[in-house]
């Protein structure tokens, strides 16, 4: 029952979630498409190709990235999608006036959301901490430095994540 305007975080833990969330997105998604497509005994032999399958990205990620993705600009592709995710969120919640983790923070607050997630006030911090990190962990470096990204599999898992985070704002209701 304490009000706090500040939360500090070390990197290992916010890299340690990051990396649990990262393993069970694929973790779903090989899971997703060896039972729509691959049987049990070749779902070793998926191609990068089939790995970065857009066609079930959200719409927002496919058009701020996809382009940038297959042209090989892999850090512009995944700061553009957080970008996008930022954006999106200002559109629906109305607060044009925040940047970064203060949106994120007050637009997702357990006690008084704007946007909200879950009934459950655990859910929605949840939810508000997923999304602060993901402007200020994988959005921020990238906007404010030059960081060679040159994996397609790890930067396709980025967007995914983004993809993730739009799909569940588009389930979310808006407080009054």
């Not at 559109?91 to 879950?118: C, H, W, Y």
């Not at 040159?150 to 799909?167: A, G, N, Q, Y």
């Amino acid at each position: 029952k304490i009000d706090v305007n500040y939360f500090s975080f070390s990197t290992t833990t916010v890299s340690g979630i990051l990396d649990s969330i990262r393993t069970s997105l694929i973790d779903k998604l090989f899971s997703i498409k060896s039972k729509t497509t691959l049987d049990s005994e070749n779902a070793d032999e998926l191609t990068t190709e089939e790995l970065t399958s857009f066609d079930k990205l959200h719409p927002i990620i496919r058009k701020a990235s996809k382009k940038l993705f297959f042209n090989g600009f892999y850090r512009q592709a995944i700061l553009d999608s957080y970008i996008a995710l930022t954006e999106y969120v200002k559109t629906k919640s109305g607060r044009q006036d925040l940047e970064g983790t203060a949106l994120m923070q007050t637009v997702f607050s357990p006690k008084n959301p704007i946007i909200k997630l879950s009934d459950n006030i655990d859910e929605q911090m949840g939810f508000m901490w997923l999304f602060s990190g993901a402007v200020f962990w994988i959005r921020n470096p990238k906007a404010n430095k030059i960081i060679e990204q040159k994996d397609p599999i790890r930067t396709f898992e980025w967007l995914s994540f983004s993809s993730v985070l739009l799909k569940v704002l588009d389930n979310s209701t808006i407080n009054h």
